[in-house]
């Protein structure tokens, strides 16, 4: 299918190790968006790419998450040093469009990460 | 601070009736306002989008209403069915981003 892919599904790691998390957006999907979401929470923002525009990292939650985008296209959400907190599943999503005019997010199914 | 809410209770519904469920939003002025579906295991879907210039909006047998005075979002599935069972989320455009509430679960009971 032509949908947004995200790889692991599933992720189980020890506490103090690295991860990384990717995402495969839509063709031609300029936007790009991860999000983190908790047992029985809603959606936390992490950070948003628009084209070559400089990233809103704004909803990182400390300086051992960074994401990149290559190319415009694929997507690597890196976690440094994992902790148990960290654990819950991560959104990627993708629209054609930046946020302003309201197109829609396509997201992924997640990766679950587990952090033991 | 800035908050959208949503019940965090789960709604129980008979098949058939209609569902409503709510979003409120404090300190945003939002442009728009979306709707997503979530399945258990699974990303959200969208399903609808309405503007701040529109009361209201239909696809089938979703209607959305959107009142910016209330700061309010209500989201109405007519003739529900089991199938309709899942978490629903707004969301609402906050500087230049898209920021979700934290759902609620419907249950449509046969």
């Known amino acids: 299918g032509a949908g947004v892919s995200q790889s692991p599904s599933n992720k189980v790691t020890e506490k103090g190790k690295d991860v990384e998390l990717r995402c495969d957006p839509i063709?031609?999907?300029?936007?790009l968006y991860w999000y983190r979401q908790s047992l029985g929470q809603g959606l936390e923002f992490l950070i948003y790419?628009?084209?070559?525009?400089?990233?809103?990292k704004s909803g990182l939650p400390s300086d051992r998450f960074s994401a990149e985008r290559t190319g415009g296209s694929v997507s690597t959400l890196t976690i440094q040093r994992t902790q148990q907190e960290d654990s819950a599943v991560y959104l990627c999503?993708?629209?054609?469009?930046?946020?302003?005019?309201?197109?829609?997010?396509?997201f992924g199914n997640g990766t679950r990460l587990t952090v033991t | 601070s800035q908050k959208i809410e949503q019940n965090s209770e789960a709604l129980n519904i008979q098949e058939g009736k209609t569902a409503t469920l709510t979003c409120n939003y404090t300190?945003?002025?939002?442009?728009?306002l979306q709707w997503y579906r979530q399945d258990p295991g699974r990303g959200p879907v969208f399903l609808l989008l309405?503007?701040?210039?529109?009361k209201e909006k239909r696809k089938e047998r979703l209607k959305v209403t959107f009142d910016t005075t209330l700061k309010q979002s209500l989201f109405h599935i007519t003739a529900s069915q089991p199938a309709d069972s899942a978490t629903y989320l707004c969301?609402?455009?906050?500087?230049?981003?898209?920021?979700f509430g934290t759902g609620t679960r419907l249950l449509v009971s046969p």
């Open positions: 999503a993708s629209s054609l469009v930046g946020a302003g005019p309201g197109s829609p997010l396509h």
């Open positions: 063709s031609g999907h300029t936007a």
């Open positions: 790419f628009q084209g070559n525009s400089a990233p809103d």
């Open positions: 300190n945003y002025s939002p442009a728009y």
């Open positions: 309405i503007r701040e210039n529109e």
């Open positions: 969301a609402l455009e906050g500087f230049q981003k898209l920021v």
